[in-house]
């Protein structure tokens, strides 16, 4: 019997190391993952071949490796676009929250011809575990479909805490 509980209390050791071993964060790394989101927001017609976007994409971000920084994160995303004659001028801030409740910050911009939005992301801080992040990050974005209110973002980056 004692064996067999000293067997039960090693196991429940390894498993709470495990996870706390997970939970922990680098200091620095790499990544690359996947944006799905849904595009909300209003869209104005200012003149011929000129239109402006002011809203929001949110939706879900999945890393590459299926686990890591900012896998299963939420991602919401309010901006602007500015669209001349079929070319995406576009900007804006974004709130990355994971299942903790712990948050990064980042500004985005990107421009291109439509569908395609090319750009960067700069994380400008955190709360909890990212307190104090900084990084930069390429993205290249599209829509799904032929409505122009879903698309995705691939993503690739860096990422440091102090």
């Known amino acids: 019997m004692s064996t067999r509980m000293v067997g039960v209390l090693a196991a429940v050791a390894l498993l709470l190391f495990g996870v706390s071993a997970e939970a922990q964060l680098a200091k620095s790394g790499t990544y690359t993952s996947h944006f799905g989101w849904t595009g909300s927001g209003k869209l104005f017609e200012i003149e011929k071949d000129h239109q402006f976007f002011v809203g929001e994409f949110s939706g879900t971000n999945f890393n590459d490796a299926g686990r890591g920084f900012l896998h299963l994160t939420s991602w919401v995303c309010p901006g602007v676009n500015d669209i001349v004659k079929g070319t995406y001028n576009a900007h804006g801030y974004c709130t990355y929250t994971d299942g903790d409740g712990d948050k990064v910050f980042a500004v985005w911009k990107c421009g291109g011809p439509v569908p395609r939005c090319t750009g960067n992301t700069q994380l400008t801080g955190g709360t909890g575990k990212y307190a ?31």
């Open 132 to 162: 104090g992040i900084t990084g930069n990050s390429t993205f290249d974005g599209g829509f799904t479909g032929t409505t122009f209110q879903q698309g995705y973002s691939v993503v690739k980056g860096d990422w440091q805490l102090p």
